[in-house]
């Protein structure tokens, strides 16, 4: 079955910049969606079609995509960025998948 | 405004079945796509399934086929998630969530209900 990797944990210190990378084979053909979770609530959108930001997201939040390899970053990450994010992606029309997520840790 | 709301928490023996509801409103229920998504405890999000509120067509995750059935009712707007046979692993929170648009550029959750706790245990 299609996977995505994504790496468990990444910290950064407040105002730095954090990157969480998402690879899965033949991403390149694909879009990639990502989501923030944080605890005890529900996902949230804040990337699709690899780098667009819906309504209501930071700036500070902008996406890229090279050849398998998704890439979220946060620019200037704020404390209020703690969370797990997780990218998604369509093994098919009628098959989704997410990573396994990753959990940002602001020091 | 759009909204997903969820029935409450279950509480379920090994074996039994679960049927869960999702209530939209805000929107038109047959223009858009309701799909499952399930995170078992300190876990990640797993996707289950999907339905079309307009034709009632529905297609599963590998891990849910012969297990799962989604079902809609087109009066009240809502749409029904049951898991049958479950297990003390099918212990999760149970989230629907809208996707955007069938293009491959829409297809993401744009909105999400607030979860459904179902707990499997003797």
């Known amino acids: 079955s299609y996977e995505l990797t994504q790496p468990s944990s990444v910290s950064v210190s407040p105002g730095q910049t954090a990157s969480i990378t998402c690879y899965g084979e033949?991403?390149?053909?694909?879009?990639a969606f990502w989501y923030q979770q944080k605890p005890g609530q529900s996902p949230v959108l804040v990337l699709y079609?690899?780098?667009k930001r819906p309504s209501g997201i930071p700036e500070r939040f902008s996406g890229s995509h090279s050849g398998n390899t998704a890439t979220l970053t946060i620019s200037g990450t704020q404390t209020m960025d703690e969370a797990d994010y997780f990218c998604?992606?369509?093994?098919?029309?009628?098959?989704?998948?997410f990573g396994a997520g990753t959990k940002v840790t602001v020091l | 405004q759009v909204q997903l709301v969820q029935s409450g928490a279950e509480v379920k023996k090994p074996g039994a079945s679960v049927k869960l509801l999702c209530k939209t409103s805000?929107?038109?229920?047959?223009?858009?796509?309701i799909h499952w998504v399930r995170q078992a405890p300190g876990r990640g999000l797993e996707w289950m399934g999907m339905?079309?509120?307009?034709?009632?067509?529905?297609a599963y995750g590998q891990n849910f086929q012969g297990r799962v059935t989604m079902t809609r009712d087109t009066s009240t707007s809502t749409v029904y998630m049951e898991l049958r046979s479950l297990r003390s692993d099918d212990t999760a929170v149970y989230y629907c969530?809208?996707?955007?648009?069938?293009?491959?550029?829409?297809?993401?959750?744009?909105?999400w209900g607030q979860g459904t706790l179902v707990s499997v245990s003797s």
């Open positions: 969530a809208r996707l955007r648009g069938l293009r491959l550029r829409d297809r993401y959750f744009d909105h």
């Open positions: 805000g929107y038109t229920f047959s223009n858009y796509y």
């Open positions: 339905i079309n509120p307009g034709g009632s067509n529905s």
């Open positions: 033949n991403l390149g053909d694909k879009y």
């Open positions: 079609q690899d780098s």
């Open positions: 998604q992606a369509w093994d098919s029309v009628t098959a989704g998948v």
